[in-house]
Protein backbone atom coordinates (compact mmCIF):
# COMPACT_ATOMS: atom_id res chain seq x y z
CA UNK A 1 0.00 0.00 0.00
CA UNK A 2 1.22 2.97 -0.49
CA UNK A 3 1.54 5.61 2.47
CA UNK A 4 3.04 9.26 2.70
CA UNK A 5 3.49 9.84 6.29
CA UNK A 6 3.20 13.76 7.34
CA UNK A 7 4.40 16.19 4.75
CA UNK A 8 6.89 13.78 3.09
CA UNK A 9 5.68 13.87 -0.03
CA UNK A 10 7.66 13.45 -3.09
CA UNK A 11 9.57 15.71 -4.56
CA UNK A 12 10.63 19.13 -3.10
CA UNK A 13 9.82 19.77 0.61
CA UNK A 14 9.01 23.55 -0.87
CA UNK A 15 6.33 22.43 -3.32
CA UNK A 16 2.55 23.73 -2.07
CA UNK A 17 -0.37 20.85 -1.85
CA UNK A 18 -1.72 22.21 -5.23
CA UNK A 19 1.92 21.34 -6.56
CA UNK A 20 2.62 18.46 -4.94
CA UNK A 21 -1.01 16.84 -5.74
CA UNK A 22 -0.35 15.79 -9.14
CA UNK A 23 2.46 13.73 -8.27
CA UNK A 24 0.52 12.12 -5.41
CA UNK A 25 -2.41 11.86 -7.76
CA UNK A 26 0.01 9.82 -10.42
CA UNK A 27 1.30 7.60 -7.93
CA UNK A 28 -2.59 6.70 -6.55
CA UNK A 29 -3.31 5.86 -10.15
CA UNK A 30 -0.24 3.62 -10.30
CA UNK A 31 -1.25 2.24 -7.00
CA UNK A 32 -4.69 1.14 -7.38
CA UNK A 33 -4.14 0.15 -11.75
CA UNK A 34 -1.87 -2.60 -9.29
CA UNK A 35 -4.95 -3.10 -7.09
CA UNK A 36 -4.29 -1.38 -4.05
CA UNK A 37 -8.02 -0.57 -3.21
CA UNK A 38 -7.13 1.83 -0.42
CA UNK A 39 -5.20 4.29 -3.29
CA UNK A 40 -8.51 4.25 -5.14
CA UNK A 41 -10.46 5.21 -1.97
CA UNK A 42 -8.92 8.25 -1.85
CA UNK A 43 -8.96 8.94 -5.39
CA UNK A 44 -13.07 8.95 -4.87
CA UNK A 45 -12.82 10.59 -2.11
CA UNK A 46 -11.46 13.40 -3.35
CA UNK A 47 -13.30 14.08 -6.33
CA UNK A 48 -16.66 12.32 -5.37
CA UNK A 49 -18.07 15.88 -4.55
CA UNK A 50 -17.52 17.02 -8.15
CA UNK A 51 -19.28 13.93 -9.29
CA UNK A 52 -21.94 14.09 -6.84
CA UNK A 53 -22.67 18.00 -8.01
CA UNK A 54 -22.63 17.09 -11.45
CA UNK A 55 -25.32 14.16 -11.46
CA UNK A 56 -27.46 15.94 -9.68
CA UNK A 57 -27.36 18.64 -10.99
CA UNK A 58 -28.09 16.24 -14.41
CA UNK A 59 -30.77 14.06 -13.05
CA UNK A 60 -32.41 16.47 -11.00
CA UNK A 61 -33.25 13.39 -8.34
CA UNK A 62 -31.00 13.12 -5.37
CA UNK A 63 -31.86 9.10 -5.02
CA UNK A 64 -31.38 8.19 -8.90
CA UNK A 65 -27.95 10.95 -8.43
CA UNK A 66 -26.50 8.21 -6.00
CA UNK A 67 -27.19 5.61 -8.35
CA UNK A 68 -24.88 7.08 -10.95
CA UNK A 69 -22.38 8.35 -8.72
CA UNK A 70 -22.05 4.31 -7.80
CA UNK A 71 -22.17 3.22 -11.11
CA UNK A 72 -19.74 5.96 -12.41
CA UNK A 73 -17.58 4.56 -9.43
CA UNK A 74 -17.16 1.12 -10.46
CA UNK A 75 -16.60 1.74 -14.40
CA UNK A 76 -13.83 3.68 -12.85
CA UNK A 77 -12.58 1.19 -11.01
CA UNK A 78 -13.07 -1.59 -14.06
CA UNK A 79 -11.64 0.97 -16.76
CA UNK A 80 -8.73 2.33 -14.44
CA UNK A 81 -6.18 0.71 -16.81
CA UNK A 82 -7.60 3.06 -20.12
CA UNK A 83 -6.73 6.21 -18.28
CA UNK A 84 -4.13 7.74 -20.39
CA UNK A 85 -3.25 10.88 -18.28
CA UNK A 86 -3.46 9.97 -14.39
CA UNK A 87 -3.33 13.54 -13.33
CA UNK A 88 -6.66 14.00 -14.95
CA UNK A 89 -8.17 11.41 -13.02
CA UNK A 90 -11.20 14.48 -11.78
CA UNK A 91 -11.98 15.28 -15.08
CA UNK A 92 -12.21 11.42 -16.97
CA UNK A 93 -14.23 10.60 -13.61
CA UNK A 94 -16.90 13.52 -14.30
CA UNK A 95 -16.88 12.33 -18.29
CA UNK A 96 -18.03 8.76 -17.36
CA UNK A 97 -20.54 9.97 -14.52
CA UNK A 98 -21.69 12.53 -17.22
CA UNK A 99 -22.10 9.63 -19.27
CA UNK A 100 -24.13 7.52 -17.03
CA UNK A 101 -26.85 9.71 -16.26
CA UNK A 102 -27.32 10.77 -20.03
CA UNK A 103 -27.95 7.00 -20.58
CA UNK A 104 -30.53 6.97 -17.58
CA UNK A 105 -31.82 10.07 -18.96
CA UNK A 106 -32.57 8.05 -22.34
CA UNK A 107 -33.77 5.11 -20.23
CA UNK A 108 -36.28 6.95 -18.58
CA UNK A 109 -38.54 7.51 -21.97
CA UNK A 110 -38.92 3.89 -22.39
CA UNK A 111 -38.84 2.25 -19.12
CA UNK A 112 -42.07 -0.20 -18.46
CA UNK A 113 -44.37 0.88 -15.15
CA UNK A 114 -45.23 -1.91 -13.03
CA UNK A 115 -47.41 -2.39 -10.09
CA UNK A 116 -44.78 -1.65 -7.52
CA UNK A 117 -44.09 1.25 -9.21
CA UNK A 118 -47.72 2.71 -9.26
CA UNK A 119 -47.56 2.26 -5.79
CA UNK A 120 -44.73 4.76 -5.06
CA UNK A 121 -41.76 3.28 -6.38
CA UNK A 122 -40.92 6.23 -8.51
CA UNK A 123 -41.08 9.92 -8.17
CA UNK A 124 -41.52 12.94 -10.73
CA UNK A 125 -44.07 14.08 -13.20
CA UNK A 126 -45.21 12.96 -16.31
CA UNK A 127 -44.63 15.27 -18.91
CA UNK A 128 -47.70 16.32 -20.76
CA UNK A 129 -48.71 15.97 -24.63
CA UNK A 130 -48.50 19.97 -25.59
CA UNK A 131 -49.88 19.11 -29.44
CA UNK A 132 -53.67 19.83 -29.78
CA UNK A 133 -54.96 17.70 -31.68
CA UNK A 134 -57.43 18.23 -34.79
CA UNK A 135 -60.74 18.20 -32.66
CA UNK A 136 -58.73 20.83 -30.57
CA UNK A 137 -57.85 23.20 -33.29
CA UNK A 138 -61.08 22.88 -35.48
CA UNK A 139 -62.99 23.75 -32.23
CA UNK A 140 -60.57 26.78 -31.21
CA UNK A 141 -60.78 27.98 -34.74
CA UNK A 142 -64.51 28.07 -34.64
CA UNK A 143 -64.81 29.76 -30.94
CA UNK A 144 -62.35 32.56 -32.24
CA UNK A 145 -64.20 33.02 -35.66
CA UNK A 146 -67.88 33.46 -33.84
CA UNK A 147 -65.80 36.05 -31.28
CA UNK A 148 -64.66 37.81 -33.55
CA UNK A 149 -67.95 38.36 -35.74
CA UNK A 150 -69.45 39.05 -32.47
CA UNK A 151 -67.00 41.92 -31.83
CA UNK A 152 -67.50 42.87 -35.51
CA UNK A 153 -71.36 43.42 -34.79
CA UNK A 154 -70.66 46.19 -31.95
CA UNK A 155 -71.05 49.95 -32.76
CA UNK A 156 -68.11 51.31 -33.75
CA UNK A 157 -67.06 52.97 -30.19
CA UNK A 158 -67.76 50.06 -28.23
CA UNK A 159 -65.82 47.96 -30.75
CA UNK A 160 -62.48 50.29 -30.13
CA UNK A 161 -63.35 49.90 -26.34
CA UNK A 162 -62.84 46.51 -26.45
CA UNK A 163 -60.26 46.13 -28.83
CA UNK A 164 -58.01 48.63 -26.81
CA UNK A 165 -58.63 47.44 -23.20
CA UNK A 166 -59.28 43.16 -23.97
CA UNK A 167 -57.31 42.88 -26.66
CA UNK A 168 -54.57 45.17 -26.42
CA UNK A 169 -54.18 44.65 -22.36
CA UNK A 170 -54.75 48.98 -22.08
CA UNK A 171 -55.56 50.13 -18.69
CA UNK A 172 -59.24 51.99 -18.12
CA UNK A 173 -57.29 55.15 -18.11
CA UNK A 174 -55.17 54.28 -21.04
CA UNK A 175 -57.97 53.15 -23.18
CA UNK A 176 -59.84 56.56 -22.56
CA UNK A 177 -56.71 57.90 -23.58
CA UNK A 178 -56.56 56.32 -26.98
CA UNK A 179 -60.65 56.69 -27.34
CA UNK A 180 -60.02 60.59 -26.81
CA UNK A 181 -62.95 60.01 -24.46
CA UNK A 182 -63.21 61.12 -20.47
CA UNK A 183 -62.69 57.71 -18.35
CA UNK A 184 -66.62 57.86 -17.35
CA UNK A 185 -67.08 57.24 -20.70
CA UNK A 186 -64.57 54.56 -21.60
CA UNK A 187 -66.50 52.57 -18.89
CA UNK A 188 -69.36 52.94 -20.23
CA UNK A 189 -68.86 51.84 -23.98
CA UNK A 190 -66.78 48.75 -22.35
CA UNK A 191 -70.17 48.12 -20.16
CA UNK A 192 -72.61 48.49 -23.22
CA UNK A 193 -69.99 46.34 -25.49
CA UNK A 194 -69.75 43.17 -22.39
CA UNK A 195 -73.77 42.89 -22.45
CA UNK A 196 -74.00 43.12 -26.38
CA UNK A 197 -71.20 40.69 -26.19
CA UNK A 198 -73.10 38.38 -23.92
CA UNK A 199 -76.22 37.88 -25.48
CA UNK A 200 -74.45 37.38 -29.33
CA UNK A 201 -72.37 34.81 -27.60
CA UNK A 202 -74.73 33.07 -24.73
CA UNK A 203 -75.54 30.07 -26.98
CA UNK A 204 -71.40 29.65 -27.37
CA UNK A 205 -71.33 29.30 -23.93
CA UNK A 206 -74.21 26.98 -23.06
CA UNK A 207 -72.89 24.77 -25.63
CA UNK A 208 -69.80 24.61 -23.66
CA UNK A 209 -70.41 24.43 -19.80
CA UNK A 210 -74.07 23.82 -20.10
CA UNK A 211 -75.88 20.53 -19.65
CA UNK A 212 -78.83 19.24 -18.45
CA UNK A 213 -79.21 16.30 -16.07
CA UNK A 214 -81.44 14.28 -18.34
CA UNK A 215 -78.32 14.12 -21.14
CA UNK A 216 -76.08 12.81 -18.20
CA UNK A 217 -75.43 8.94 -18.42
CA UNK A 218 -74.15 6.96 -15.48
CA UNK A 219 -71.30 4.53 -16.50
CA UNK A 220 -68.57 2.61 -14.70
CA UNK A 221 -65.68 0.80 -15.46
CA UNK A 222 -66.13 -2.57 -17.67
CA UNK A 223 -62.96 -3.93 -18.61
CA UNK A 224 -59.60 -2.55 -19.66
CA UNK A 225 -58.03 -4.17 -22.44
CA UNK A 226 -54.37 -3.73 -24.48
CA UNK A 227 -54.01 -3.49 -28.24
CA UNK A 228 -52.01 -5.34 -30.50
CA UNK A 229 -49.80 -3.04 -33.20
CA UNK A 230 -46.16 -4.59 -34.05
CA UNK A 231 -45.24 -1.29 -35.25
CA UNK A 232 -45.49 0.49 -31.95
CA UNK A 233 -46.39 0.35 -28.23
CA UNK A 234 -49.79 -1.18 -28.23
CA UNK A 235 -52.48 1.35 -27.34
CA UNK A 236 -54.64 0.56 -23.87
CA UNK A 237 -58.52 1.07 -24.07
CA UNK A 238 -61.00 1.46 -20.87
CA UNK A 239 -64.10 0.31 -21.85
CA UNK A 240 -66.70 2.19 -20.20
CA UNK A 241 -70.61 1.25 -19.92
CA UNK A 242 -73.72 2.63 -19.46
CA UNK A 243 -75.14 1.32 -15.83
CA UNK A 244 -78.81 1.21 -17.23
CA UNK A 245 -78.40 -0.37 -20.63
CA UNK A 246 -76.41 -1.54 -23.22
CA UNK A 247 -74.25 1.11 -24.61
CA UNK A 248 -70.34 1.21 -24.25
CA UNK A 249 -67.55 3.50 -25.07
CA UNK A 250 -63.96 2.56 -25.50
CA UNK A 251 -61.11 5.40 -25.15
CA UNK A 252 -57.55 5.08 -25.13
CA UNK A 253 -55.67 5.70 -22.08
CA UNK A 254 -51.88 5.71 -21.20
CA UNK A 255 -50.14 2.79 -19.77
CA UNK A 256 -49.65 4.09 -16.23
CA UNK A 257 -53.85 4.70 -16.08
CA UNK A 258 -54.29 1.42 -17.58
CA UNK A 259 -52.30 -0.06 -14.65
CA UNK A 260 -53.96 1.91 -12.11
CA UNK A 261 -57.53 0.58 -13.59
CA UNK A 262 -56.61 -2.45 -13.22
CA UNK A 263 -55.16 -2.46 -9.68
CA UNK A 264 -58.66 -1.09 -8.71
CA UNK A 265 -60.59 -3.57 -10.86
CA UNK A 266 -58.93 -6.17 -9.31
CA UNK A 267 -59.35 -5.00 -5.61
CA UNK A 268 -55.31 -5.54 -5.30
CA UNK A 269 -54.62 -4.01 -1.55
CA UNK A 270 -51.44 -1.53 -1.88
CA UNK A 271 -49.88 0.26 0.76
CA UNK A 272 -50.99 3.69 -0.33
CA UNK A 273 -53.78 4.89 -2.40
CA UNK A 274 -52.72 6.08 -5.71
CA UNK A 275 -53.23 9.80 -6.73
CA UNK A 276 -56.79 9.10 -8.20
CA UNK A 277 -57.75 6.76 -5.45
CA UNK A 278 -56.93 9.34 -2.75
CA UNK A 279 -58.58 12.47 -4.88
CA UNK A 280 -61.96 10.21 -4.81
CA UNK A 281 -61.70 9.54 -1.05
CA UNK A 282 -61.32 13.26 -0.69
CA UNK A 283 -64.22 14.20 -2.73
CA UNK A 284 -66.05 11.16 -1.23
Not at 213 to 236: C, T, Y
Request: hydrophobic residues 45%; positive net charge; proline residues 6%.
Amino acid sequence: MWAWPGNSWPGSRHHTLETRWPIRLTLLVAAARDGDKTSFTILLERHRPLLVALCRRTLGNRWSADDAVQEASLQALLGLGHLRHPERFGPWLAGIGLNVCRRMLRQRRFEMWTAETLSGGRSGHEPPDREPGPEELAEVADVARRVREAVAALPAGQRSAVIAFYLSGLSYRETATSLAVALPAAKTRLHKARAGLRRELRSLWEEAFVMSDDELIRVRVADVRSGHDEQKPSPFIVLLEAVDGDRRLPIWIGQQEAFALVLSLEAIDLPRPLVYQFMRNALE
